[in-house]
Each structure stands twice: as C-alpha cells, then as structure tokens.
C-alpha cells in the first residue's frame, strides 16, 4: 500500500536549515527560519521562561491529563494578552494547540466543518504552509495581492481590490501584525478599510498572530486583531508563543474562535474540543503552563515584557543599521524599506538567482523569495550583508 505514497514537495523554509547546518564554511550567516536569534547567535531561554519552569518543576506534582481545552488558565491569560477585553468574553471560545501552525490547522478544519463551499484568501505572498495546510484540508485557496516588491511595500490599491471580490463566507486569512515574509503592514487606518471592506463583502476573517511583541509593542502589534475582534460578529485568531515567549520546541498556541452570542460560543467551544480530540486528544502543557505562570506572575509577567522588548529594540537597530549599510553599498535609496518593515522578516525583492549567488559565493542563506531573518544578523554581519547584495545586484 505504501508503494502508492508519492514523494512530498520540501517545505522551502525547512530545508534551509538542513543546507546551513552542512555548509562547512565557518563564516556563513543564517537568514532562513523564523527563530530569534540574539547577537552571539544563541536562541535564549527566556529569563521568566527559566524561572517559570523551576516553579512548576518544584510545585508540579502531577502530570495527569488537564482538559481538553489544555489549561484553562493558559486560555484566560491568552485571551487576555492578544484581546485585552475587546470583545464580550461570553462570545470567546478557544483551545490550546502545539504552536501557531497547530491553531492554524484546527482553524482551517473549523471553517471547512462550519462552511465546506469556504474559499480561504490568503495574501499573495503569504508563509508557504498556509497555502500548503488549507490544500491539504481541502478548502480551494485564492490569493489577494498584497506586496509591491519594487517599492518594498503593502499594494493596498491591489489589496482592497482583490478583497473586493471576496464571496460572503470565504474566509479571508490576514496576518495580524509582522507580515510573513514580506515585513511590510498595513497601516490602521488601512486597516479599517479592509475591515469595512470585509464586512461589506460578508467575509469570515481569520487572523494569523505568530509575532506579537515583535513589531511596534505588544499592545500595538494587537491593535489590529483587536480592531477586527471587535468589528466582526465571528472571526478566528491563531496565535503562537513560539516567538514571544521563545519557546518553539515546546510547541505553544492557542486557537481562539469569537461568535455571534454566547449560545453559539458554547457550541464553538464544543467543536474545538472536538477537534483536539480527534487531531491529538489533549494539546502539550509544558510550553503552555510556561507561558501561563510567567503571565500570572507580576513580576515573572514584567521581567518577560522587559526581555521581549529588548529583543524588539535588537530587531529595529539591525533593520535601521542594514537600510543604512545597503544605501551605502548600492549607493541607492532601493532598500530603505527594509527600516520601515516590522518584525523578524524583510523580502528583499531579489531573484532567486540572486538568492543563490548569496548563497553559493557568500554563505549567506535566505529563502529563495528573498526573505531575511534580520534576528539572523548582528551589527559584525550587517554590513557582510549589504556587501554581498550590493554584489549580486
Ligand atoms: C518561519 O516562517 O520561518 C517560521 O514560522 C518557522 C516555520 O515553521 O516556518
């Protein structure tokens, strides 16, 4: 039976990693997965991280099963952190899920239960496993416009066009802040134009939050998630932990659903612990009760706030340093964008025949669209960077 498996295309992102990890070269520089990455290269355990984990080392004394939801506490302090009372909690459902692309998953199985004739509109471009997950749940994918790669920014004259063809029902996938890959936002004034524009068109929104506390702050980075919580009668929201909380491998989410009344929330609750049991039975605790006793504890809560804002600030003088060094190097205003964007990632707007000189000649990886981990970098590197790009241009 086996024999009828055909081979399965390379997820791009992580086969990079593989590359990178063979390349014998002790000079190169890695600008794939999205990991955070501090100036000695090192993926720190967070500090609240560390210290949450020796509290529930000391106080844990069971490790039985918790519910189907995962911890409840982990889904009030999340609900919390990426809506802050935006919405009536009585219209809140939600589970934990191991990572963002768990509640991405779970969240696309749900649309199709709810609404099996659902188009997903995902932006053009998008992370590669969204468009890859919404195929394999068998939901057709369509894509809006979203990047103008000469300018390195949102084409919102694209976007609201395409958004404007939208069918009532589709679900419309919107990255809540950090876009992935390009690194370019829309505005919040935009985005109540695309909220409006949704709401006209009778659109079901899903709102991917892989990087909160990585862009403008983590209220900031919330705002437009919030903004479309509270505009919609429903909306899905999937949201990671990876990042922010730095705890990848512990694989912590959390898929949160908004209905149109309490009646329905409860309804919702039921078919998302339904879908944890079918898909795993009980989500992983480890990385979620991380998270929920650094965010149950004021003073574990400050501490992390104060790294995730050190690792913020790291982020926007690399992009401010590289705009700086690439002027420089090509002697153009070409990527100044690259100061403006927000996040872990930039799309460079390089071919991929370029991408594979900076690879090949340099050691330096990104993905073949041009997307670079600027968490990947260091003030050393930075200029190593514009260098080589300057060169292959
Ligand atoms: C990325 O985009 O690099 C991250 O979200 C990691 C991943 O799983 O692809």
Redesign the pocket.
Known sequence: MLEALKAQPQ?K??QLIQMFKDDPRTDKIDL????YKDATGLTPVMRAVKAAEKKIWETQDTKTYTALTGEPGYNTAMRKLILAGSVDGARLSSIATP???GAVRLGIDLAKMANPGATVWVSKPT???HISIIKFVGLPVAEYRYFDAAAGEVDFAAVLEDLGRVKAGDVVLLHGCCH??TGANLTLEQWKQVIALLKDRGAFPMVDL?YQGFGDGLDQDAEATRLIASSFPEVLIAA?C??NFGV?RDRAGILISISADAEQAKIAQGNLNFLNRQTYSFPPDHGTRTVMTVLEDASLEADWKAELEETRNGMLSLRAQLAEELRRATNSDRFDFVARHRG??SLLGLTEAQVTRLRDEFGIYM?SDS?I?IAGLNKATVPVLAKAVAAVL
Do not use: E, Q
């Not at 794939?32 to 990991?35: D, L, S, T």
């Open positions: 997820d992102i992580l794939g997965v999205g990991v990572g963002g692309t992370w590669g496993n992935n890959p892989a990671s990876s990042k990848y872990m990632f993905v997307r981990n």
